[in-house]
């Protein structure tokens, strides 16, 4: 896309109404029984059926982004806190040789259950790998998630040559990813590619020659954070 430009789409991400739409079935019955029946206990699960409704709602919405222009630009794949930031390299299932792992910094951003939930794409790139591996459900935020649990991972090769990953993990609530891209798919830097639900993580694996621009604690947003810049100055395309 180009980066000037906004990204749209509908502001619910479609996953989401699936679960909306039971949701929003739920509490109209409930709403409807609790005004035939017009119990305290009656009102009170309508009100609780409502609020999950609306929360299903914001869990689910899918706001424009603005990605930045620039070369040499490794935007957030998700939105959340950055609770890694540290040489490492991806898994190994997704098969990157060792001289390209040599260097990688993996920057995990950890997605709450009130965080946009849809995962966007780092940089221009051609998916060349897609990799699912079945795994645990431990607590997304804790280091050995990354080895441990259920993910879904993506080698991307930019215009230029490089190859980096990023990987959609599950976490403790989490039960399901969504990718959205297959194998050969071009993406644009900020591209919807797809989400978790919920509570979850995106790893990035940044190339060595890239600096990392954020830090443990950092609240970053997918397709507008910055979250490295390559060192060089020359080279064209990232």
Excluded at 13 to 40: H, N, R, T
Excluded at 51 to 66: G, I, K, S
Excluded at 148 to 155: A, F, I, K, Q, Y
Aim: net charge positive.
């Amino acid at each position: 896309m180009n980066a000037q430009g906004r990204n749209k789409a509908g502001f619910i991400a479609p996953e989401g109404w699936p679960v909306i739409g039971g949701l929003a079935l739920v509490a109209a019955v409930v709403s409807a029984a609790a005004w035939w029946i017009a119990a305290p206990a009656g009102i009170g699960a309508a009100v609780v059926s409502v609020v999950v409704l609306t929360w299903a709602v914001w869990f689910f919405r899918d706001p424009e982004r603005r990605t930045p222009a620039g070369e040499g630009l490794i935007v957030s794949g998700a939105d959340g806190v950055v609770s890694f930031a540290a040489p490492g390299g991806p898994p190994a299932e997704l098969g990157l040789a060792p001289a390209e792992t040599d260097g990688m910094w993996r920057v995990s951003i950890f997605m709450n259950i009130f965080n946009v939930h849809v995962n966007r794409a780092p940089v221009d790139a051609v998916v060349e790998k897609r990799s699912y591996r079945p795994g645990k459900f431990f607590n997304a935020s804790l280091d050995k998630a990354s080895e441990h649990n259920e993910r879904l991972g993506l080698v991307l090769r930019t215009p230029s040559g490089r190859r980096l990953a990023v990987v959609q993990i599950a976490g403790l609530i989490a039960r399901r990813i969504v990718c959205r891209v297959a194998e050969g798919a071009a993406l644009s830097a900020g591209q919807r590619f797809g989400l978790i639900r919920f509570g979850s993580r995106v790893d990035h694996y940044v190339p060595g020659e890239y600096e990392v621009l954020v830090r443990v604690g950092d609240r970053s947003v997918a397709g507008e954070t910055v979250i490295a810049r390559r060192r060089t100055t020359t080279g064209g395309t990232p």
